[in-house]
């Protein structure tokens, strides 16, 4: 089945676009359940934001375009280094910045000063405080941690290591229905969508804007400008990503979403998977609506040992995506030291001084 969508955009609801759903939900699945379970995010209304904004920058870019959770910030609110409050503020304040650099065209400015080296650092950094996180969260239970790793490695005896985490996920969410039974579907509560969350400025928040912007400019606007073009033929400037995440996040953050952006890892999921055109947005943003209606019972019996194993999975992946791509891997590797041994914003403005002293010698 299709549609034009605007006299230019075809839709498509093949199976092509419903596996490639699949393999976008996959990175973003196992991080909102984290994020659900160990803070005060409620997981129905961050689903239906999710599930909103795939629709909308869908159609609007007409590709299969990703929306996903800021893993800088979900890093830091799940290991408690900031709080529900400071999360609201950060992500506030980072859609700011992000809709002035998208005004402006300063997109490439800023990539001259946090340029890939630097971002592959701070990616390194989110990927040592994820791993750290887990590793305490699976020792709650090691012999279902034991279970997981089996299901990992037989996963990757196949080939097939890029879904590990998910298949952890669905393990998880066998595990909670067990106990919790088949959900009745319930509307997510009026009151919890429209209800202002707890607003906490900090030098936390500082730290948490510091770190997701170098991820947000490198990863989610820049790398997703190219990919766009290479995959779908489609000039979306980075300019333009910048300024539809700011959108979205002034909208959303406020009223119980968390933070989101268009990751390059995202619409590479949605290509590898067979989605070519804004079809897999829909029925993905349908998807996402529809678990919002049935997750209310389920999440408070989620085995955190496996959100444990989750976030290893991520945190292996995130980092070799840091390390793998980069030929300054001492540099790359420094910044990841210091971010999870300090913070991460220091690690950032250590890894621009560093850059900028390289540039004049």
Same mark, same amino acid.
């Given at each position: 089945?299709?549609?034009?969508f605007?006299?230019?955009t @075809?839709v498509? #609801?093949?199976w092509?676009?419903?596996t490639?759903a699949?393999?976008?939900?996959?990175t973003v699945l196992p991080?909102?359940v984290a994020?659900?379970?160990?803070?005060?995010l409620?997981?129905?209304?961050m689903?239906v934001?999710?599930?909103?904004?795939?629709v909308?920058w869908g159609?609007?870019?007409?590709?299969?375009?990703?929306?996903?959770p800021?893993k800088a910030?979900a890093? =830091?609110?799940i290991a $408690? &280094?900031i709080?529900?409050?400071?999360?609201v503020v950060a992500?506030?304040?980072?859609? *700011?910045? #992000?809709?002035?650099?998208?005004? &402006?065209q300063?997109?490439e400015?800023?990539?001259q000063?946090?340029?890939?080296?630097v971002?592959? $650092?701070v990616?390194?950094?989110?990927? +040592?405080?994820?791993?750290? @996180?887990?590793i305490?969260? *699976?020792l709650?239970d090691?012999?279902?941690? &034991?279970?997981?790793?089996?299901?990992?490695a037989?996963l990757? +005896?196949?080939g097939?290591?890029g879904q590990?985490?998910?298949?952890v996920?669905?393990?998880?969410?066998a595990?909670?229905?067990a106990e919790?039974?088949v959900? @009745?579907?319930a509307?997510?509560?009026?009151?919890?969508?429209?209800m202002?969350?707890t607003?906490?400025?900090?030098?936390q928040?500082g730290?948490a804007?510091?770190?997701?912007?170098?991820?947000t400019?490198?990863n989610a606007?820049?790398a997703t400008?190219?990919? #766009?073009?290479?995959?779908?033929?489609?000039d979306?400037?980075?300019?333009?990503l910048?300024?539809s995440m $700011? =959108?979205?996040n002034l909208?959303?953050?406020?009223f119980g979403?968390?933070?989101m952006c268009h990751?390059s *890892?995202?619409v590479?999921?949605k290509?590898?998977f067979g989605?070519?055109t804004?079809?897999?947005?829909?029925l993905l943003?349908?998807?996402?609506?529809?678990?919002?209606f049935?997750?209310?019972?389920?999440?408070?019996a989620?085995?955190?040992a496996l959100?444990?194993?989750?976030?290893? =999975?991520i945190?292996f992946?995130?980092?070799? @995506?840091?390390?793998?791509?980069?030929?300054?891997?001492a540099?790359?590797?420094?910044?990841?030291?210091v971010g999870v041994?300090v913070? #991460? $914003?220091?690690?950032?403005?250590?890894?621009?001084?560093?850059?900028q002293?390289?540039?004049?010698?």
């Amino acid at each position: 089945m299709s549609f034009t969508f605007r006299d230019q955009t @075809t839709v498509s #609801l093949s199976w092509n676009e419903l596996t490639g759903a699949i393999g976008d939900s996959a990175t973003v699945l196992p991080v909102v359940v984290a994020v659900a379970v160990l803070t005060k995010l409620s997981l129905p209304v961050m689903l239906v934001w999710f599930g909103v904004f795939q629709v909308v920058w869908g159609l609007y870019y007409g590709v299969p375009i990703s929306v996903e959770p800021m893993k800088a910030f979900a890093a =830091l609110v799940i290991a $408690g &280094t900031i709080s529900t409050g400071e999360l609201v503020v950060a992500g506030l304040l980072l859609a *700011g910045i #992000l809709l002035v650099l998208g005004t &402006t065209q300063s997109l490439e400015v800023v990539n001259q000063y946090v340029d890939d080296t630097v971002v592959r $650092g701070v990616q390194l950094g989110v990927a +040592l405080v994820l791993l750290e @996180t887990g590793i305490g969260l *699976g020792l709650n239970d090691p012999r279902l941690v &034991t279970v997981a790793v089996g299901i990992v490695a037989v996963l990757a +005896l196949l080939g097939h290591s890029g879904q590990s985490a998910f298949a952890v996920f669905v393990l998880g969410a066998a595990i909670a229905l067990a106990e919790t039974g088949v959900p @009745t579907p319930a509307v997510p509560a009026v009151d919890a969508m429209f209800m202002l969350p707890t607003m906490t400025l900090s030098l936390q928040t500082g730290e948490a804007v510091l770190a997701q912007i170098a991820v947000t400019v490198g990863n989610a606007a820049l790398a997703t400008s190219v990919l #766009l073009a290479d995959y779908f033929d489609r000039d979306v400037s980075a300019d333009q990503l910048s300024n539809s995440m $700011g =959108l979205m996040n002034l909208v959303a953050v406020p009223f119980g979403a968390f933070p989101m952006c268009h990751g390059s *890892g995202g619409v590479a999921g949605k290509y590898a998977f067979g989605a070519r055109t804004p079809g897999a947005n829909l029925l993905l943003g349908a998807g996402y609506v529809l678990t919002a209606f049935l997750a209310v019972g389920v999440i408070s019996a989620y085995p955190t040992a496996l959100l444990g194993v989750i976030l290893v =999975l991520i945190a292996f992946q995130l980092g070799w @995506t840091g390390v793998s791509s980069t030929d300054d891997l001492a540099v790359v590797a420094a910044i990841g030291v210091v971010g999870v041994l300090v913070n #991460l $914003g220091l690690a950032l403005v250590l890894g621009v001084l560093v850059q900028q002293l390289r540039a004049r010698l």
